[in-house]
């Protein structure tokens, strides 16, 4: 047994010899290789400075630190600022101190641009926190937009000469009467409960492109304090039982309407839209997102 152990130390021992004299025999080959290549350290340099600038700093501002891809990123950057700086020690000593600018320079230039990196991502964050109000010019990437007039009416239905305030009394019919006075005073009701409930508020905005700009991209929300989804063009054209009683009543009425922005808008054009919502009349503010290519930004609109 010890024989077999000493026979096993005696082997590992060989093997990292081997394994030492071939790192040696590499250092020396490549050390040859870079003289014959002609490749002075500012050359690295260079190439280290690439490496971090394009593979380090600029995914870092679009991707979560907390990822995978992000810790991976960290994890990449350390060990390539620990093999520079290893570099950096070992050129100063062969070389002498005239070559620490050649290595102060990709320094600054790493921190000039994660510096320009990183202010660019918070001034944005700055632009997609900010609340806007009504008039104000919100500049996006190409255009400028701004709410330029808001108003608020009663619900404009038609009701085509019907009497919404018309009832009967279903008491006094018989029961086989009942369902039909019911039917004829459930719609009437219900239609006039949304005209007493709701107030239409009438947004219009205009776009200034100060470059050609894709209107399909722009994406304007509608979103009031009471965090009720707002969908738009509905009303008796759609499925939603909430305007049943326009079925009953043959009345055409569309809630929450949306012009369509339309596509391309060339540099130098203005183009207006109008964006119609019911608000309920317990909602007093509501706030318009408008987002483009990645871009947000609010304005706050109160009664």
């Not at 394009?54 to 995914?59: A, E, F, Q, R, V």
């Not at 510096?115 to 009504?134: A, D, R």
Request: proline share 3%; glycine share 6%.
């Amino acid at each position: 047994m010890r024989q077999l152990v000493k026979d096993s130390g005696a082997q590992l021992f060989v093997f990292g010899l081997d394994n030492l004299a071939s790192c040696r025999f590499l250092f020396k080959e490549s050390k040859q290789m870079s003289k014959k290549l002609s490749i002075k350290p500012v050359h690295l340099v260079v190439i280290g400075l690439t490496i971090l600038v394009l593979g380090i700093l600029i995914p870092s501002f679009f991707i979560d630190p907390s990822s995978t891809i992000g810790l991976s990123l960290i994890m990449g950057s350390i060990i390539l600022l620990s093999a520079y700086t290893f570099f950096a020690v070992n050129v100063v000593k062969s070389n002498g101190k005239k070559s620490i600018k050649w290595l102060v320079i990709p320094v600054l230039l790493v921190l000039l641009v994660s510096g320009g990196f990183f202010t660019y991502s918070k001034y944005q964050q700055h632009l997609n926190n900010k609340i806007y109000s009504v008039s104000d010019t919100i500049k996006l990437s190409g255009f400028n937009f701004k709410v330029t007039d808001v108003a608020y009416n009663e619900i404009p239905i038609d009701t085509k000469g019907i009497n919404l305030s018309d009832r009967k009394d279903c008491s006094v019919v018989s029961e086989d009467d009942k369902h039909d006075c019911d039917w004829y005073n459930w719609p009437r009701r219900n239609a006039q409960n949304y005209i007493n409930e709701y107030t239409r508020a009438t947004i219009n905005y205009e776009v200034v492109a100060n470059e050609s700009m894709d209107g399909k991209d722009l994406n304007i929300e509608v979103l009031p304090d009471s965090g009720r989804k707002i969908t738009h063009n509905t009303g008796s054209d759609s499925n939603d039982e909430t305007f049943s009683w326009a079925w009953v009543l043959n009345l055409d009425y569309t809630a929450n309407p949306k012009s369509d922005f339309g596509g391309a808008l060339n540099k130098g054009l203005t183009r207006k839209g109008t964006i119609g919502v019911d608000l309920q009349n317990t909602e007093q503010t509501i706030d318009l997102k408008i987002s483009y290519k990645g871009e947000t930004r609010l304005v706050r609109i109160s009664r």
